[in-house]
């Protein structure tokens, strides 16, 4: 049986997602060989403008953002063009671990992210919505956009994103299912 979320449910997800990336925890805003430069501050003293939240990461870059449920912790894994990844409680443990995928699966993971179909796989495209409750959400920040997957009986992963997230959680601490 599947049960509807809530549409306050995406909203959390969204706001840690919002906030891995304004408090500089992923590695994705720079090139190689540049200077790291700090976020902007949210708002000022006199009310000023807030700054564009990105939406999406540098094109052979990837972050992908898991939930467990509504209350679950925030579990980030940010994979750089060269395979390096840092993992931030990505196992759900609160255990945080860096390393590099192997050559074979840096090469896959940029096919994957260069794939053209991958932009068809969007949430916006494909006008997402979650639909478990108490279910893993896995969202990947990729440059085509947010693509998000529910660990839900009865939901599909779309194909691209779904190759994606495979590797990445056969070769990292990251997990598939919740």
Do not use: H
Request: one cysteine or more; a negative charge.
């Amino acid at each position: 049986m599947l049960y509807r979320a809530r549409p306050r449910l995406l909203g959390p997800l969204l706001a840690a997602t919002l906030a891995v990336a304004l408090t500089g925890c992923s590695l994705f805003e720079r090139d190689a060989g540049a200077t790291p430069q700090a976020a902007p501050p949210v708002g000022s003293a006199a009310g000023g403008p807030l700054p564009e939240i990105p939406t999406t990461v540098a094109a052979g870059q990837v972050s992908l953002l898991q939930r467990l449920g509504t209350d679950g912790p925030l579990r980030t894994l940010s994979v750089e063009r060269n395979g390096a990844w840092q993992c931030l409680d990505c196992a759900g443990d609160g255990v945080n671990s860096r390393g590099t995928l192997a050559p074979e699966q840096t090469e896959r993971l940029q096919v994957l992210l260069a794939d053209p179909k991958l932009a068809e796989e969007t949430d916006q495209v494909r006008r997402y919505r979650a639909t478990c409750i108490d279910a893993l959400t896995s969202s990947l920040l990729t440059s085509a956009g947010l693509i998000t997957s529910q660990d839900c009986p009865g939901e599909e992963r779309p194909v691209v994103a779904g190759e994606i997230l495979l590797l990445l959680t056969q070769a990292t601490p990251a997990e598939l299912l919740g």
